[in-house]
């Protein structure tokens, strides 16, 4: 969704909340359909953080004069507040490792090879976010700062730990689930996450008795939030589970749609746990094939979620192709960046030319499109509560806690997480692009502030 329409909502009483309302009515309604829309301000550096260096917003890209032209928000404006649940960052003893967050203590020099008589490819602002790609070489580290890969002076370089607690396991929820402030059912109801949703889980505990167990799974942290573990399917792993490599040729998966309805299920077989059921037509993405139980003469069926999601799997019966996905003939960038595949909606996180992960999306509608082009993302939060449209219109909406959100586009469109509904591969955002809770999770701590995103 969009963050000009978004409230990163906190109202200290109910009256205030109200008074804030009536000042809305008596207002222009504020929708993707008006002339103008702010740019998520960026929240302030936690303390003990070397100060970060200004963020220049890129203009919006041209668009149609029916298109809103992005301008910056009046801040004064008490429907815009700073985000209470940003990433962490804590700074770590010892060098930077390959993979990890690192932040630039003062300005440094991207180096084209490991060598300072080597060519300046552009200056670091220092406290920037940087991701190390390998391993030191004469002191020098490999890494990539919006999406260009190069070498910097590791004296430079300060270790981030992890932004987000981490994950014990993925799991998909079995029913329509309420989702609470402690692991209590008889505590405060936050919200209803949907059917079918791939969740994380951060931690296992005992709390009230639900359906005959005591245990209850932390699915948000910061803010915190709870669901029984009756409510899910899957057994933890340790961590959020890396992606399975891709194809080195031919397709890296390919979009299907449902001739009726079909059960989704754990493994590749009838006896398997069904964890969710689609509706005909629904589009899928296919991973590959596997032999499993016989079923309607064919022991071929098809994967239709891989790791960082819980593996799931459909039989190929149901399933009628639609398109390849094919990798990118020429890179767009030498490091990090994200293809996202509007035609398609697919989400693919490539390295350079090499293809990461692979993922369903769910974009904006016609009459709130995703916009096309190259934007760098430059805000990047754990959760944040959105709210947009007029309290009486149709499209109004008021979420809890959005999960895993990097805003790329001026006008405040994101990759981010969507608990809402489980209907991947349709167009149903306000202009961002939902993804599942594991997919956005994992981009999130993947890729850093500045990641190039290519819409098209």
């Not at 004296?155 to 799991?171: D, H, M, N, Q, S």
Request: glycine letters at 8%; hydrophobic letters at 35%; charged letters at 15%.
């Amino acid at each position: 969704m969009r963050r000009r329409a978004v409230l990163a909502g906190m109202a200290a009483t109910a009256a205030t909340m109200m008074v804030q309302q009536l000042q809305a009515l008596a207002q222009p309604l504020t929708t993707d359909d008006d002339t103008t829309g702010p740019t998520p301000p960026q929240p302030p550096p936690p303390a003990n953080d070397p100060p970060a260096a200004p963020v220049t917003f890129a203009p919006a890209a041209p668009v149609a004069p029916a298109k809103p032209v992005a301008t910056k928000p009046d801040l004064s404006d008490p429907k815009y507040s700073p985000n209470a649940y940003p990433p962490l960052k804590q700074t770590l003893d010892g060098p930077p490792k390959s993979g990890e967050f690192a932040l630039t203590a003062d300005d440094v020099n991207l180096r084209a090879n490991p060598s300072y008589n080597s060519e300046v490819m552009t200056v670091i602002p220092g406290g920037s976010q940087v991701t190390v790609e390998g391993k030191v070489k004469d002191g020098f580290f490999p890494i990539t700062f919006k999406s260009n890969l190069g070498w910097v002076d590791g004296k430079f370089l300060t270790r981030l730990g992890p932004e987000l607690p981490p994950a014990i396991g993925v799991g998909t929820l079995l029913e329509s689930t309420p989702i609470y402030e402690t692991p209590d059912a008889s505590g405060k109801q936050i919200t209803n996450w949907t059917a079918g949703m791939q969740v994380t889980y951060f931690w296992e505990l005992d709390g009230a008795p639900y359906k005959g167990s005591k245990r209850w799974y932390k699915v948000l942290s910061s803010p915190d939030r709870y669901v029984p573990v009756a409510s899910i399917a899957g057994t933890p792993t340790q961590g959020l589970q890396e992606p399975a490599a891709l194809p080195k040729s031919g397709p890296l998966a390919w979009v299907g749609a449902l001739q009726s309805g079909a059960n989704v299920r754990l493994g590749p077989g009838m006896n398997q746990q069904a964890v969710k059921t689609w509706p005909a037509g629904r589009r899928v993405l296919v991973f590959g094939e596997v032999k499993g139980e016989l079923y309607d003469g064919s022991t071929k069926w098809y994967q239709v979620a891989s790791p960082p999601e819980q593996s799931l799997f459909l039989h190929s019966s149901f399933v009628t192709k639609q398109a390849d996905i094919l990798p990118v003939e020429k890179p767009a960038y030498a490091g990090r960046w994200v293809d996202v595949d509007l035609a398609n909606q697919v989400l693919t996180a490539y390295f350079g030319a090499r293809p990461l992960m692979v993922a369903q999306t769910a974009s904006g509608t016609p009459k709130n499109p995703t916009d096309k082009g190259n934007y760098p993302t430059f805000w990047r939060l754990a959760s944040q509560r959105m709210q947009g449209d007029n309290l009486f219109a149709s499209d109004y909406y008021n979420l809890d806690a959005v999960p895993y959100i990097s805003y790329f586009h001026p006008s405040g469109e994101a990759i981010h997480g969507a608990y809402w509904h489980d209907n991947f591969g349709a167009q149903l955002s306000h202009g961002c692009v939902n993804a599942s809770l594991p997919t956005a999770q994992w981009v999130l701590t993947w890729a850093p502030l500045g990641t190039q995103v290519v819409v098209h």
